[in-house]
Each structure stands twice: as C-alpha cells, then as structure tokens.
C-alpha cells in the first residue's frame, strides 16, 4: 500500500514512523514533510491547503490511502474535495470532513453539540465583536478564574487562562478590539473554570465504531512550572495514572458514547481521530474541548507505545469498517516526550539555525517538527523544532533517556522544559 500523510509536524513525522513499519505498507510519502522526515517517507512539496495539486499527486501517482495530519486542511474541506474529485474519490481518507471536523474548528460548535447531546462542559456564553460591552459585563460578573477562548484555529495558542482579577478584561480586549488572532478570534467562548486535573484521550473512529488509544498529558506552557503564554505544546507524557480503570469507564459512558451517538443523531459522519481534551473534577470528566486530529506532541508519547499495526487500523476506520471489537495491543512501558523549540516561541523567533545532532541515546527517538534541510545542512524552521521522545520501565526513566539525548542536540536559541512529568511523579 502507498501511503500519503498530509502534513509536516512532528505529529506527522511519529505517524509516518508507525505507519512505515506495517508490513502493509510500499512506501510512505509526505506533502510536504519536513528536515527530518526524509528517512522515514518520501518529500512531497505541495502545501497542505493546496487541495487541486493534493489531488493530482494521488492520482498520479497511483495512491492508496491518505491520512491527513493538521487541524487546518480538515477544518477547510480536504476530505470532502477528495472525495468529490473524480481522480481520487475512490481512494480512502483518513481524517474527519469538513462538517466534523468543525468540533474543533468552531469552539462554539462544539459547545453546543455538547450542550445539546448531555455531555459534561463547563457552562460559557459565547460573543462576538458587536457584542463587547455585553462580554465585559459577562466577565466582570462571573470574575475570576475564567477562561476565554478565540472561537476558531489558533494554533494552540487562543486559549487564555485568567486567574487574577484584570486578566480577563485584557484578554477580552486582545480578542475582540485588537484582533490579536485574526478571524479565529472574531467570536469568543467564555467558559467557567474548571479546577481539576488535564488528560488527553484519543479515539480511532470510523463512523460507528471507535476504539480507545492510549491516555496522555500534555503540558501547553511554555515556561517551567506551567507559566508563561500557551504554546502547541512543550511536552507530553502517556499514561496517565489518575485516568485508571474506574475513571475512563467514565469516559467512556459519559463522553465518548455520548459523542459518537450525537454525531450519528445530528448525521455526522464522522472518520479519523477524535481527541477529547478533559479535565478531571472531582473524579468526574468534564470535555474541555475536541480535537479533530491527533495532538502535538502527544501523539509523540501514544504511538511508540502501541505494539499493534496501526496502518490496517486506520485503513478500515477509513473505509467505515472498524467493527465492535476492534482494538489496539500496547506496551506495558511509560513513554515520555520533550519538545525542543527556538527562543521567543510562542512569540517572534528566528530561523535557520543550524542544528548538530550528536550520538544517539538508546531507546531513544526524534520527531522533527519545524527542522528543514538547507544545501544538506539540517537547520531550524519553526518555533517547535522537534520532539525526543522515550520509552521506559517507568516514567522516571524515559525522562532520563529523553534528557540525555537533549544534551545531544545543538542549535543557538534551543529551549525546552525540563519539568516535564515532574508533577506526575516523574
């Protein structure tokens, strides 16, 4: 089988990775990958987005399955424009199209499908531009802490977290006056404030059926002791202990069921993965927000520590053919992932610096993110630059092996977290 994975991330690179190992899989391409993906599938230069020329590669090129990476393709349409075109609708995507897909491009929608279908959320009230005087008043009375969300993608980083009193007026006024995110934050969710505990769980679903991935943390601040703007994230962790057996029975029964039944019940067909970001309160789930793809760099921490073939399983998902008893076999292992990124990120930062990857660390892996290769010279790219992610006995000795390999790579501006699981017991 030929594969084409859309998308240049380190999300993409640990799925092309994974995908590449099947014993059902040719060759592995990648539109357009990235400085390190190279070994792993083969570059395709054409712009995610770039949807006519998508098409016209896989037809060319005689491709037998798509899986699609990013938010930003699938929130625009991919899905439903290859299944549309006469040159590739008979070839399988794996990824959600464009109705589904709006659970993460519109927090709106998805506090509303949630609302409609009985799914645990915090309550919010949604405003756009317009309506700012109405807003501020809103967040004034609810006070502090509240959370403000920019409506539509903002590449992790539209979620604003206020704690103290005057932050959330600030906020409000970078959102609604400012534009501070463009047309993503031309309406905003303002939510109440959970206090519990983060988790991330991941759903292969094919339209009926789902079958659970393995849970992870992610930690979305960019500086230690989770301070600082948000970030696409600087780290992650898979498992997580507090999501035990009694807790993700939850889970499921209270949130995953309940969505998939609300996607068939409001004719969603709904294809690819599903994240539900959660908290937990009190022992109980609440659904912070839907992800209409794999998270970055969680996916960095869940797939090493899947022993199944993953290819035949996203492959059916695709074709709607999963069945009720399909699962995935794991490693017993914790897995730990740190994310290396260029000074000033999640801010202005510089490119192009060059990168000396020393010996590698057994066990060991590197995803590469925002990494391209100038006249042969690995160089930095993006504001995540890639992620070293590790297996181990315990969580404690992935971050060993993760960190050890860190001290490996060289680049000027490289920063990264080292607390990473400390709070888990790591």
């Not at 090129?61 to 290859?82: C, M, Q, R, T």
């Not at 004034?140 to 969300?149: D, H, M, S, T």
């Not at 943390?217 to 002791?225: I, L, M, Q, S, T």
Request: include cysteine.
């Amino acid at each position: 089988m030929k594969v084409l994975i859309i998308g240049s991330g380190g999300r993409e690179h640990a799925l092309a990775h994974k995908i590449s190992q099947s014993k059902a899989c040719e060759r592995v391409f990648m539109a357009p990958g990235n400085g390190g993906t190279v070994g792993v599938a083969e570059p395709v230069q054409i712009d995610p987005m770039n949807f006519d020329q998508l098409a016209g590669y896989v037809h060319v090129n005689k491709i037998d399955f798509v899986v699609v990476g990013p938010e930003s393709p699938l929130v625009a349409g991919l899905v439903d424009y290859l299944g549309a075109d006469a040159r590739t609708c008979e070839v399988p995507v794996f990824g959600p199209n464009k109705m589904a897909a709006q659970l993460e491009g519109s927090k709106d929608f998805a506090k509303g499908f949630m609302l409609r279908h009985g799914i645990p959320t915090a309550c919010y009230a949604t405003f756009a531009g317009s309506e700012y005087a109405q807003a501020a008043e809103y967040v004034a009375r609810k006070g502090a802490p509240i959370v403000l969300k920019a409506d539509g993608l903002a590449a992790g980083k539209g979620v604003r977290v206020c704690l103290a009193p005057g932050e959330a007026e600030d906020a409000l006024r970078d959102m609604l006056l400012d534009g501070k995110y463009g047309a993503a934050g031309a309406k905003v969710v303002v939510e109440d404030y959970l206090d519990g505990r983060e988790l991330s769980v991941f759903a292969v679903c094919d339209g009926k059926d789902y079958v659970l991935l393995p849970t992870a943390k992610d930690y979305k601040r960019v500086g230690e002791g989770d301070s600082g703007p948000n970030t696409g994230g600087m780290g992650a962790v898979s498992p997580v202990w507090y999501a035990d057996a009694d807790f993700m029975e939850k889970v499921d029964s209270q949130v995953v069921r309940p969505t998939m039944r609300g996607l068939r019940a409001d004719g969603i067909d709904y294809r690819g993965f599903l994240y539900f970001g959660l908290m937990r309160v009190a022992g109980e789930p609440y659904v912070i927000e839907y992800n209409c793809r794999m998270g970055d760099p969680e996916t960095e921490a869940v797939l090493p520590r899947i022993k199944s073939d993953l290819l035949p399983l996203l492959y059916a998902a695709a074709r709607g053919g999963l069945g009720p008893q399909a699962a995935v076999d794991l490693y017993p292992q914790a897995c730990a992932t740190v994310v290396l990124a260029s000074a000033g990120y999640p801010g202005e930062y510089s490119k192009g610096k060059a990168i000396k990857i020393g010996g590698a660390v057994a066990g060991a892996m590197i995803y590469h993110a925002g990494t391209a290769l100038e006249n042969h010279v690995l160089t930095t790219a993006g504001g995540r630059v890639m992620a070293v992610s590790a297996l181990g006995d315990t969580l404690r000795d992935a971050l060993g092996i993760c960190y050890a390999q860190i001290e490996a790579v060289r680049y000027e501006g490289k920063v990264y977290r080292r607390d990473i699981g400390l709070d888990l017991g790591g």
